[in-house]
């Protein structure tokens, strides 16, 4: 899933959950050591009995490895956007800098910040499969899914190539035709905008029941062509945000024409193709 050049310096989720990225000097993804820790989400970690403070006998890495898991964890329960916020706001740097060490060791021409976003994206989408089963079961599922991004993202680049040498290629033309062929093309004609009626038709009226935020900002990108940097611009947020926004945006507003053209379960082609669509 490639990402635009705005949203290479961080990624930040939509509506409540917005975080704004500071652009560091060489693309350097800005990360808090240790950040204040909202009201909501302290109580929360309390209630599950967390202690933020060392244990016996434990370092301060442990300490915030075994914090992030229950972070992960009461994210994964509740789907709080504070606690993804925050989750985010303290591991992006070391996912960072785990996926540009396994670059350095492939060599094979990736963009780091396109990767961690990638990582960040399924954490989100998959949190249902988190098992915090151990202090520092975050570190080594979120190190896991960063391979594992790496390793789809290397292999679509010989597809790509491919692609491109297909793309120039000239195929022959048939200059004859079957005496039905017009009919036939003409009926699949009629039967093509009926049936693109009707997906216009339920894709306006998803389109009405999203957010105010998330209209503008498919309106920005797909509908006037902005840049994620010009469509932060508009809305007021970093050009880093609008990766997430427009993902989660795309994801409402299929998750709405599913339901609406009756489909009960989500189709996973049509989510590969937002997630693709999303940069």
Request: glycine share 8%; hydrophobic share 40%.
């Amino acid at each position: 899933m490639p990402a635009s050049a705005g949203a290479r310096h961080g990624l930040c989720i939509p509506g409540g959950m917005v975080t704004t990225l500071r652009a560091l000097p060489h693309g350097i993804p800005p990360q808090d050591a240790a950040p204040v820790l909202p009201a909501a989400v302290l109580r929360a970690l309390q209630e599950r009995g967390v202690a933020l403070e060392a244990l016996a006998g434990e370092s301060e890495r442990s300490r915030d490895e075994r914090i992030d898991t229950a972070l992960m964890a009461l994210f994964r329960d509740t789907r709080q956007g504070q606690s993804f916020d925050v989750l985010y706001s303290r591991t992006r740097g070391g996912v960072f800098a785990w996926v540009r060490r396994l670059l350095a060791q492939q060599q094979c021409g990736l963009d780091p910040f396109e990767v961690m976003q990638d990582t960040f994206v399924n954490v989100y989408q998959y949190s249902a499969r988190f098992r915090d089963e151990r202090p520092e079961s975050f570190r080594v599922w979120v190190r896991t899914i960063a391979s594992n991004a790496l390793r789809r993202s290397r292999s679509q680049l010989p597809r790509r190539r491919e692609q491109a040498l297909g793309e120039n290629s000239r195929e022959p033309i048939a200059h004859g035709s079957e005496p039905t062929r017009p009919m036939d093309e003409r009926e699949e004609q009629r039967g093509l905008a009926l049936t693109w009626m009707l997906f216009l038709q339920h894709y306006q009226q998803a389109f009405s029941q999203l957010a105010l935020r998330d209209r503008t900002a498919l309106e920005l990108v797909e509908v006037q062509g902005l840049s994620y940097a010009e469509a932060g611009a508009r809305l007021a947020v970093g050009p880093s945000n609008m990766k997430m926004i427009m993902f989660r945006a795309r994801q409402r507003l299929l998750g709405r024409m599913q339901r609406s053209m009756g489909e009960r379960k989500p189709v996973r082609t049509e989510l590969r193709a937002a997630l693709s669509a999303a940069g």
